[in-house]
């Protein structure tokens, strides 16, 4: 069975409601999904997920400290472990959205899988974006 790990930061909510859009995706593809912030989530999760969801909220153009602090704890303890593992990437911003490219660029680092491109929210996710962060998740759950 698909395991969906989705590892989020949020300051304001905007970027929690788009972790709340992917999860429905990916439970709607019958996946079971890990729904965790960065502070919280462990190396362990990423290590026993079958696809991971990263998401954060742009601050300063880089990705926000709780995804980095996820990120930071997990390396060494996944290293050489997670290679291929896909993953999927979405951020919300306020106008900029730079800060996609530092989550990409870490994700490379851990040598995990694209397997979509990122889903890019300015502001508060509504509408029609929030059909293509549920396809994320479900690309998720399918990427086994
Ligand atoms: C400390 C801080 C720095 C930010 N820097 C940027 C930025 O460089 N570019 C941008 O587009 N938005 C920036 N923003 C706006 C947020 O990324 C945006 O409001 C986002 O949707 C907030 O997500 P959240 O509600 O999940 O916290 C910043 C917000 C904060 C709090």
Not at 21 to 44: D, L, N, T, Y
Not at 138 to 143: F, P, R, S, T, Y
């Amino acid at each position: 069975m698909a395991k969906v790990l989705i590892v989020y930061c949020s300051m304001s909510g905007n970027t929690k409601a788009a972790a709340i859009a992917v999860a429905e995706g990916a439970r709607s593809a019958k996946a079971q999904v890990i729904f965790k912030e960065g502070i919280e989530a462990q190396p362990q999760d990423l290590l026993d997920c079958t696809a991971v969801a990263l998401g954060s909220y742009d601050a300063f153009s880089y990705m926000g400290g709780g995804l980095k602090d996820f990120l930071d704890r997990a390396f060494y303890p996944t290293q050489n472990q997670v290679t291929d593992k896909p993953y999927a990437a979405f951020l919300t911003h306020g106008g900029g959205g730079k800060a996609i490219g530092s989550i990409e660029s870490v994700a490379n680092s851990f040598k995990l899988k694209k397997i979509a491109e990122p889903v890019l929210v300015k502001g508060k996710p509504e509408g029609q974006v929030i059909a293509d962060l549920k396809a994320l998740g479900a690309k998720l759950a399918a990427a086994v």
